[in-house]
């Protein structure tokens, strides 16, 4: 098999299952509203969204009930094996359980159905195939109508298994919206790694303050700006008024430009005002770092002031500062 042929495979691989989520994304309707309102009333219930699978959709199921929990709608993964050896324990009325089978004819999942209506739980299927013995068992279908799969004996999951999964993250954001679910909560159930550092610190916990703040007034000098990045080891002064308030920011850039243009020595005794840049970006010392990280990587810019909610300085973001953290 030549280079070029693995390529064209894989590319057709690809192509498949684009088509395969546009024909799922064009199903959606009223099952899937539904669905949503059901899956709601179970929450506000105190209630658990229960998703079960077998085969490769065991896999699929416990993806998307991570994702459910991650983001304020309470799940749990049911193997249906499992459950018919005690783990039905783990189930309440007020539950709802997504039962994940393409075909619709998994016997494992057949067989937990009728469990799991003596418990009195709702049962949301996705299969796709309307007339399935699941789809017909459930309270509500939502249809997975991809197409064939990406295998070339059209048996191993592949299309079915990604649009199954794309389903699962459509009701997910969409129930995250429906919850009013904030980054703040998002971040108490990430506590660990970069997410959650990045979630839960704020700007308060990483900005530079006192020594190492480089502030000057807008009186000052460049040379003294450029003494005060100096010492405080930073690559850009705030400009504050008389008032404490943001007046400006100067960097190392800024410098930069102004001797390849001009050269030093006749700039060094001006005003910093002349060449800092007015009305510059901040942030609220009261923002998540999360936030932070999001405009640098959007403006493209390396520091950003801090400013407290009555204008005035209390700090400086170096984009510098984020990686010694873990934050980027």
């Known amino acids: 098999m030549t280079n070029e042929a693995m390529i064209q495979r894989a590319k057709q691989v690809f192509d498949i299952e684009i088509a395969g989520l546009t024909k799922t994304r064009d199903s959606l309707g009223d099952s899937f509203v539904r669905a949503i309102d059901l899956m709601l009333a179970c929450i506000r219930a105190e209630g658990i969204i229960v998703v079960t699978g077998v085969g490769k959709n065991l896999a699929v199921a416990e993806k ?3 994702i459910f929990a991650s983001t304020g ?3 749990i993964c049911l193997n249906p094996v499992q459950a018919m050896h005690g783990d039905l324990g783990m189930v309440a009325p007020r539950d709802v359980l997504i039962a994940l089978s393409f075909s619709g004819e998994s016997d494992e999942i057949l067989r937990l159905i009728p469990a799991i209506r003596r418990h009195g739980l709702k049962v949301i299927a ?3 195939r309307p007339q399935s013995t699941l789809a017909e068992m459930s309270d509500i279908h939502l249809e997975i109508p991809c197409g064939r799969e990406a295998c070339p004996f059209g048996m191993a999951p592949t299309n079915s298994t990604t649009a199954t999964m794309a389903m699962g993250d459509a009701l997910a954001m969409v129930m995250i919206d429906a919850l009013k ?5 998002y971040a108490l159930n990430h506590p660990a790694g970069a997410i959650g550092r990045a979630l839960i610190l704020k700007v308060t916990d990483i900005m530079r303050t006192g020594e190492r703040l480089a502030k000057v007034a807008p009186a000052a000098t460049v040379m003294d700006a450029l003494m005060a ?3 405080a080891k930073s ?3 705030v400009i504050a008024a008389a008032d404490g308030k943001l007046a ?6 800024d410098f930069r430009r102004i001797v390849a243009g001009r050269g030093s020595g006749d700039v060094l005794g001006e005003p910093v005002a002349n060449y800092m840049t007015r009305s510059p970006l901040f942030v609220r010392d009261d923002a998540l770092a999360a936030e932070i990280v999001k405009v640098f990587e959007k403006k493209r810019i390396d ?3 801090v400013c407290g909610a009555d204008g005035q300085v209390v700090g400086l973001v170096d984009i510098q500062d984020l990686p010694k953290i873990k934050v980027l």
């Open 229 to 231: 990045m100096t010492k």
């Open 303 to 305: 520091d950003l002031p």
């Open 235 to 237: 690559g850009a002064a």
């Open 73 to 75: 709608t309470r799940s």
């Open 126 to 128: 996705m299969t796709g």
């Open 181 to 185: 679910f904030d980054v703040e909560s």
């Open 64 to 66: 998307m009930s991570a």
């Open 248 to 253: 400006g920011i100067f960097t190392d850039g």
